[in-house]
């Protein structure tokens, strides 16, 4: 058997930072769901309630690619009480040639964190004002920090904003924001007085009710709702998708089972056939992006198995060419 | 974080040989799935047509183990070709209590080789007569010589019968079951006498359309088909399902899904509501076993996550207790 090369986390986080061949990476893995000829089959999602922890499995074949991913993503809610990530997991690349496994990296959700906030840059670069400076995050996890600094990539910003219901934790985020960015970074203690004026719109929380209204939304902003990946979660008034002048998704199929569409047809406010565009077909330029500059553009990210595929390939070139890890025939 | 065991498949042949303990760990798991607290969830599987390719994802949370296996099986129907084995694929055990990844088994389908036996040594231990002394099996693969070990470990064989398509490739591995049980094996080259005089037949093709026929069954035989696992599959006439006086199936959803019960009721030989029970209910006593001396018994199996669950804790026990494999934390 060929050998496996086992990659650990610190050398995944040097060999695959959040940076623009992550973005080109994930870009491309738009694209490629835009082509038709990805294979994404539904997320295995595991609950295990006596022990408040729940597993996610996604995969998706992605031609042209050499390997794909199979992605194992668990996340255990009493962790934090014990000094350990809710979320950790790993990456396994299988050939798509033979299925035989090739890569496995142990990235404790790195691979994921990056893929992740790569999507939300990738949205914005799409959707957002070409001329955006202000940006609002809600939430002051992991995703708020890497959202600002992948956004930061594709806008020239001024100021960034941090709302999060902790405001000691909006402060430490928004420090490690402005550290990270060097963009002068505040929290703002009303998440309506963040949300004004902003150009671009960041949600990243694990919400179940909306904490972004529509009333609170003026012409020219761009919303990018990342939190929802649950049939149980949303972030967004349902009336933001009613009042968006634009609405793309990562993947139809999964927003309605997951994301913010679940929940804006489940209060009525979108229908469940409506037309909405993936954001694949706006970057192919099949599917129009923002109308004008004083639209509203809005988009949800559930996350999808190609983007781990696509940042797994990216991760494993790295690898190969860097010597990383630990290569075993066990 | 804590460190990661990483075995190879060298040393979990050795570690987890198909043995009283592994057909123990597997009954364990059937009992478990009786029990209603088992949580395993749809199997995820994805078609890869244009590379000839295939993957499968299995898991179930059993309550009273330590860890939880995920596992990744590849099938590449070109390998052989290559000089590459078709399935192979590996098992991921995270811990039960903080979902952090523990252990990889890079077994390529040797814990899934043996768990699958065991199980059909513990599906004709509940059904068969016990004073059952020949066997055949049809089929020339790794599972007609694997079940057939098993089956000896549960039954005092005298005979066993080896019928498959291929009459070179049925010789071959007669000699080789000849070899690993002591038992006289001989291969048959009509499938009907193969089964005449037999005492339990166990299928193991990947056959999608019936081998095996009502009209060749006789009372007193036990018949388990272990090859369907999905839902172009199926190895049994469907008036077997019919014919027998006592049907089992591993798992009621996959069977219906993927088993021999989808041709069942497809074909309106079995209503789709049908009551049919559990081999785990079987063996806890709530559904009654082998009715006498002259029922036709018939017991098919899919493959389930929660059996991968226990070969993998039970491999997890015997590498710890080894000290095996590669302790990284990489």
Do not use: Y
């Not at 609950?47 to 050499?66: Q, S």
């Not at 794909?68 to 809610?77: C, E, L, N, R, W």
């Amino acid at each position: 058997m060929p050998k496996v090369v086992l990659v650990g986390e610190r050398e995944l986080r040097d060999l695959v930072p959040l940076d623009r061949a992550a973005l080109d990476a994930v870009r491309g893995a738009f694209l490629a769901l835009a082509s038709g000829r990805v294979i994404m089959p539904p997320i295995l999602s595991m609950a295990m309630p006596e022990v408040h922890g729940e597993v996610d499995v996604k995969t998706a074949f992605v031609p042209g690619l050499d390997g794909f991913a199979v992605k194992i993503s668990p996340g255990f809610f009493d962790n934090p009480a014990r000094g350990l990530p809710s979320v950790n997991g790993l990456m396994v690349v299988l050939s798509a040639t033979t299925g035989l496994v090739e890569a496995v990296f142990l990235d404790n959700g790195w691979l994921t964190d990056v893929r992740t906030a790569a999507a939300g840059a990738v949205a914005a670069d799409a959707l957002a004002r070409p001329d955006a400076r202000i940006a609002t995050v809600f939430g002051a996890g992991t995703q708020a920090r890497l959202q600002m600094q992948a956004l930061a990539l594709v806008r020239d910003l001024d100021e960034i904003r941090v709302w999060a219901r902790d405001s000691v934790k909006a402060a430490a985020c928004a420090a490690d924001i402005e550290a990270a960015t060097g963009v002068r970074t505040r929290a703002v203690g009303e998440p309506r007085a963040a949300v004004s004026g902003a150009d671009i719109v960041v949600t990243t929380t694990p919400s179940s009710a909306p904490i972004l209204f529509a009333g609170w939304l003026a012409p020219g902003q761009h919303v990018t709702a990342m939190g929802s990946d649950a049939d149980t979660k949303c972030e967004l008034d349902p009336a933001i998708l009613a009042r968006a002048d634009r609405l793309v998704v990562d993947s139809l199929a999964q927003s309605r089972r997951l994301g913010e569409l679940r929940a804006g047809v489940a209060a009525g406010a979108i229908a469940a056939d409506a037309a909405v565009d993936e954001l694949g077909s706006v970057l192919a330029g099949t599917a129009p992006g923002r109308p004008g500059p004083d639209a509203v553009t809005v988009c949800d990210l559930t996350g999808t198995g190609a983007q781990d595929t696509a940042i797994a390939a990216l991760a494993r070139a790295r690898a190969d060419a860097a010597g990383a890890g630990l290569a075993t025939d066990l």
